[in-house]
């Protein structure tokens, strides 16, 4: 990538894509970093008050929450983490033939985001865009795949002229691996979230609580949101 033309970066606000921000701030050293979050009618809309803190926090050149109302209708109760799903289910109660695409899964979720943020760089000039995929360890996304990445990567390359390139450098990271980058980069792990049932304190129980939960265990340290 060319550090002088910036980067755009996806930022949902959990712990993937604040460790996704700092490593690009910090380790790549870009000029300027665009971060954009989503309001998609997500369930847990908590993490965008996450997303803002840590963009402000890294003093991000642009940060702007994109509004995608329309997916509700779109989407109408097909997922368990939009606001008018069916309940989220405990990780202990998705059945094991379910995990490799659980009802958590919005449907083409990171296609569509891609492409915004994409037409995104494209209009400004960058020429990077950032996701924070990365290889969960207890269920999992078609969508947050390496042969994911390989072609969107090549659909973008048909542009006759100024392509986009898709990144995910955490694409083959446990969640611990993330953690464990978060404390090298000093995160502030208090302005992350994750619980997909986006209550006022994490339900422990849902998919990303308990991957969460074991990530920070697996490493003998402590998360904050939930200590």
């Given at each position: ?19 996704l ?25 908590k993490?965008?008050?996450c ?11 642009q940060?702007?929450?994109i ?7 779109v ?8 606001a ?8 202990q109660d ?26 995104y760089?494209?209009a ?9 995929a990365q290889?969960q ?57 994750s ?11 849902c998919?990303?609580c ?18």
């Amino acid at each position: 990538m060319n550090n002088e033309n910036g980067a755009v970066v996806l930022l949902s606000g959990g712990i993937d894509s604040t460790v996704l921000l700092h490593h690009v701030a910090k380790e790549l050293k870009c000029a300027s970093i665009h971060a954009l979050s989503f309001d998609y009618g997500q369930r847990h809309a908590k993490e965008l008050a996450c997303a803002k803190w840590q963009a402000e926090s890294i003093g991000v050149t642009q940060y702007r929450v994109i509004e995608l109302a329309f997916l509700k209708d779109v989407l109408s109760g097909a997922s368990t983490l939009m606001a008018d799903g069916p309940p989220v289910p405990d990780l202990q109660d998705i059945p094991g033939g379910d995990t490799e695409q659980p009802p958590t899964y919005v449907p083409n979720r990171n296609m569509m985001l891609l492409s915004v943020a994409a037409a995104y760089a494209e209009a400004n000039g960058i020429r990077d865009v950032f996701y924070g995929a990365q290889a969960q360890d207890e269920y999992g996304y078609w969508d947050c795949t390496a042969d994911f990445l390989q072609r969107i990567n090549t659909v973008l390359s048909l542009n006759r002229r100024d392509s986009i390139i898709i990144h995910a450098p955490l694409i083959t990271k446990s969640k611990a691996d993330s953690v464990r980058k978060g404390i090298e980069l000093g995160i502030d792990f208090n302005h992350t979230w994750s619980c997909y049932r986006g209550g006022d304190t994490p339900c422990g129980t849902c998919p990303t609580c308990v991957e969460r939960s074991n990530a920070f265990k697996a490493l003998g340290e402590r998360d904050p949101l939930t200590s």
